[in-house]
């Protein structure tokens, strides 16, 4: 078993079947990864029972103060916890959902989940990925693009199955990659160019200036030859 990392995916999971119960206070809202099968009300607490399919990993997000917003896409529902009234989350929730699910699906092959939970979180960076839910910090100013990045990682690493301990690149960079089919779609083909020469400025800057990290490292690699956070989200993430 792989020990746990502190540079970038902490772990590596097998899939499996989760069923979990999961008892709340009548007032939180909760997402998850699989699909709600059952919710008993005991006094003033919920129980809730979610089943899943083979996933990598289980994670759930819950809050007495989450709004929630729906919306259907692709065959899919697309379910937005967040936290505050005056939010995107509200009004771009629709266009966010379609350009994501279009894309992919057409670049990557179809989403086999009936459910998909974009959560509002206090994380301290941009976001996190699980299976059929992703975490995104609440106090960004442009949301889409870390969805969109976030997303692109219920197939990489999720549905792909590669190995984010061995090979971080594989799924860090084709994330990165889902933002720029986003942008291109969302935001219109300037917007991707420049993202992408932006990326590529800051790998040449480093380069030149005598950078040699290695895309295919490992994350133990970088523990081993003390290469810091910033090595790990240059090679995985932009190279």
């Known amino acids: 078993m792989d020990p746990f990392y502190y540079i970038g995916d902490p772990f590596y999971s097998d899939t499996a079947f989760y069923d979990v119960n999961i008892k709340l206070p009548v007032e939180f809202v909760l997402g998850s990864t699989g699909n709600l099968t059952k919710v008993d009300v005991e006094g003033n607490l919920k ?40 939010s995107k989350y509200s009004y771009e929730a629709q266009r966010w959902a379609d350009t994501i699910l279009e894309a ?56 792909i199955g590669d190995d984010e301990i061995d090979e971080p690149w594989l799924d860090e960079g084709f994330a990165s990659y889902s933002e720029y089919i986003f942008s291109r779609v969302y935001y219109g083909e300037t917007q991707a160019l420049s993202q992408l020469a932006r990326d590529r400025n800051t790998v040449n800057y480093y380069y030149m200036n005598g950078f040699r990290g290695k895309i295919n490292q490992s994350t133990e690699d970088y523990e081993v030859t003390g290469e810091d956070e910033w090595a790990y989200g240059l090679l995985a993430y932009t190279k």
């Open 47 to 86: 129980n809730y029972h979610w089943k899943t399919q083979l996933v990598r990993d289980f994670a759930c997000a819950f809050s007495s103060d989450y709004l929630v917003n729906t919306v259907q896409s692709h065959g899919v529902n697309v379910t937005y916890l967040y936290l505050y009234e005056d």
């Open 104 to 159: 992919y699906e057409d670049y990557y092959g179809e989403y086999p989940y009936e459910d998909l939970t974009v959560a509002e979180t206090f994380l301290a960076y941009g976001g996190m990925e699980y299976p059929q839910i992703v975490f995104i910090r609440a106090d960004l100013s442009m949301p889409g693009i870390v969805i969109a990045h976030e997303v692109g990682h219920q197939w990489f690493y999720g549905i």
